[in-house]
C-alpha cells in the first residue's frame, strides 16, 4: 500500500486528487496534486484514467459526499449508554431529514467545548443518505479506486481550518465554490459550528452589486460568531481566514476588515504545508476538499 491518503474530490467540472503523507514533528506532505477535467470522455473513463496513473488501487482512499446527499443535525445527546448512541439518534433525528430514516447511513461526533449550566451535551449527527453512498462506492470500485473512507465537506475544511497557527485560539474559515459557500469554526481541530451560504464565485464575479453580497456574507459571519460567544464558553474569536480563491474578489478582503472586529486572512497552503507539487492559489481553490478530505486523521468513518 502506498503511503499517505489521497483524497478523490468529484466537481461538476472534473475530478481533483490530492495525496498528503504525514511524518511525526513535520507538517502534512502534498505528494500528489492533479485535475482531470471531465471533457466529452465521461466520468467512468477518466476516474478511471486518473486511478490507473496513481495507482489507486495501492493507496488509501477518501472522497467527500455532496451537500444535497446527507443532512448535518445539531441534536441533544441522548441519555443512554455509548453503544445504543446511534440508535437513540436515529429515532430522535428521524423526523428532522427529507428521506426515511431506514435509507440513512448514519455518523455522530461530539460538540467539543464545557457544556453550559442547565444545558445539555449537544452533539452532531450526520444522515448520508445510504444509496448515495452505495453510489459512490460503486463508481469509486469499478474505476479502480481503493475507497477507504467517505467524508463530508465540513469535516474537511475543519481539516484545512487546522493548518492554521490560529486554530489554537479558534479560527473561522470562510470558502468559497462557483455556487456557494461555507463557514467554519472551529478550534484546536475541533469543529463547533458550521454554516452554509447561497453566496458563490460565480455570483461575486458577475455580480453588478457586490456590496449588498458582501454585506450578507459579512453579517452570516458575525451571526456565526455570535452564536459561538453565546453557546460556548471560550474566549471569543477574532481571526476570519478566507479559503484560497481562483481569483481576487476585489473589494471583499477590505470590506470585512472594515465590517467585521476580526483580522482577516487569506490562506496560502503553501505557506501550511510542504509542498512536492505545484500548488498556485487557483489549484488550491479546486482542490480544496479533495485536500481536506485527504488530511483526514480520525479511523472512525460513515
Known amino acids: ?5 489521497t483524497g478523490v474530490g468529484l466537481r461538476p467540472d472534473g475530478v481533483c486528487v490530492v495525496r498528503v503523507e504525514r511524518t511525526t514533528g513535520r507538517p502534512p506532505s502534498v505528494t500528489l496534486v492533479d485535475f ?25 482512499c477518501t472522497t467527500i459526499l455532496e451537500p444535497n446527499e446527507y443532512t448535518l443535525l445539531l441534536t441533544e445527546a441522548p441519555d443512554v449508554p455509548p453503544d445504543e448512541l446511534r440508535a437513540a439518534i436515529r429515532w430522535r433525528i428521524k423526523e428532522l431529514i427529507d428521506f426515511h430514516i431506514n435509507d440513512a447511513t448514519l455518523d455522530v461526533f461530539d460538540l467539543p467545548g464545557e457544556k453550559a449550566a442547565g444545558r445539555a451535551r449537544s452533539m452532531y449527527a450526520v444522515a448520508a443518505r445510504s444509496a448515495a453512498i452505495q453510489r459512490r462506492v460503486d463508481m469509486m470500485t469499478a474505476a479502480g479506486i481503493n475507497l477507504d473512507v467517505i467524508d463530508i465537506p465540513e469535516m474537511a475544511q475543519r481539516n484545512v481550518a487546522s493548518l492554521l497557527p490560529e486554530d489554537a485560539k479558534g479560527v473561522v474559515l470562510l470558502s468559497f465554490t462557483p455556487n456557494g459557500g461555507l463557514i467554519t469554526i472551529t478550534k484546536q481541530s475541533e469543529i463547533y459550528l458550521s454554516r452554509s451560504i447561497d453566496i458563490g464565485l460565480d455570483m461575486l464575479t458577475q455580480s453588478q452589486d457586490n456590496a449588498g453580497l458582501f454585506d450578507r456574507i459579512a453579517l452570516e459571519v ?32 477590505d470590506y470585512l476588515k472594515a465590517n467585521l472586529n476580526a483580522t482577516v486572512l487569506i490562506m496560502d497552503l503553501t505557506q501550511l504545508m510542504e509542498c512536492d507539487a505545484q500548488l498556485p492559489p487557483a489549484l488550491q481553490s ?11 486523521q480520525e479511523e472512525r468513518a460513515l
Not at 500500500?1 to 491518503?5: A, C, D, E, T, Y
Not at 453565546?230 to 481569483?247: D, E, K
Not at 479546486?286 to 483526514?296: K, Q
Open 286 to 296: 479546486v482542490c480544496l476538499s479533495a485536500l481536506g478530505a485527504a488530511l483526514r
Open 36 to 60: 482531470r477535467p471531465w471533457g466529452d470522455q465521461g466520468q467512468e473513463k477518466v476516474l478511471a484514467r486518473v486511478a490507473a496513473d496513481h495507482d489507486l488501487t495501492r493507496s488509501r
Open 222 to 253: 458575525q451571526r456565526s460568531l455570535d452564536y459561538y460567544d453565546s453557546h460556548f464558553r471560550q474566549a471569543p474569536i477574532n481571526t476570519l481566514a478566507l479559503a484560497p480563491m481562483p481569483r481576487e474578489i476585489p473589494g471583499l478582503v
Open 1 to 5: 500500500m502506498l503511503p499517505g491518503l
